[in-house]
C-alpha cells in the first residue's frame, strides 16, 4: 500500500482505541508469519495531554502533559491514513522480537511515553513546518 508510510499518522477504526490517532512505525504490504494480510506496527496514544495555559505552573504543566501510549499489529483495513506525517522515530524501539514477548512490550511501551511526552513539550524543535503541523495534529484528541 503506497499511502501507508513509515511516520504517517493514521486514525484506528475498529476495536478498541477506534477513533485513536497512531504513527505507522513499520509496515507489512504482503503479510508475515501468521498474519498472512497487509498490516503495520503502530504506536499511538490512548489518553491524550489535557489543556494547558500559559497560567499554569511547571508541575501543573508537567502533570497535564502527560500521555497514555499504546502499540499494536492493525489490518491495513481498519486504519484511516490522514494527511499527515510526524518525524516521531519508533523504529529503534518497537519491532516484532519486541511485540512478541510480553515484558519487552511493556518496556517498549514507557520508552515510547517518554519520547511521547518529550516530543508533546518540545512541538517547537521541528526541522519542516509540515512535520511540525504533523505532530500537533497527533497529539490533539480527535472530536467527533
Do not use: W
Not at 26 to 32: I, M, V
Not at 87 to 92: A, M, N, S, T
Not at 94 to 114: G, Q, W
Amino acid at each position: 500500500m503506497g499511502i501507508v508510510k513509515n511516520g504517517k499518522v493514521v486514525v484506528l477504526l475498529n476495536g478498541r482505541f477506534a477513533g485513536r490517532k497512531a504513527i505507522v512505525v513499520k509496515t507489512y504490504d504482503e503479510g508475515k508469519g501468521d498474519r498472512k494480510f497487509g498490516h503495520a506496527i503502530v504506536a499511538g496514544i490512548d489518553r491524550y495531554p489535557r489543556k494547558v495555559t500559559r497560567a499554569m505552573g511547571k508541575n501543573k504543566l508537567k502533570k497535564r502533559s502527560k500521555v497514555k501510549p499504546f502499540v499494536k499489529y492493525v489490518n491495513y483495513n481498519h486504519i484511516m491514513p490522514t494527511r499527515y506525517v510526524a518525524d516521531i522515530d519508533l523504529k529503534k524501539v518497537l519491532d516484532d522480537e519486541v511485540l512478541a514477548n510480553p515484558e519487552t512490550r511493556n518496556e517498549s511501551r514507557k520508552t515510547i511515553k517518554k519520547v511521547f511526552e518529550e516530543r508533546y513539550l518540545n512541538q517547537a524543535a521541528c526541522k519542516s513546518e509540515k512535520k511540525a503541523a504533523g505532530v500537533s495534529f497527533f497529539f490533539k484528541k480527535l472530536r467527533f
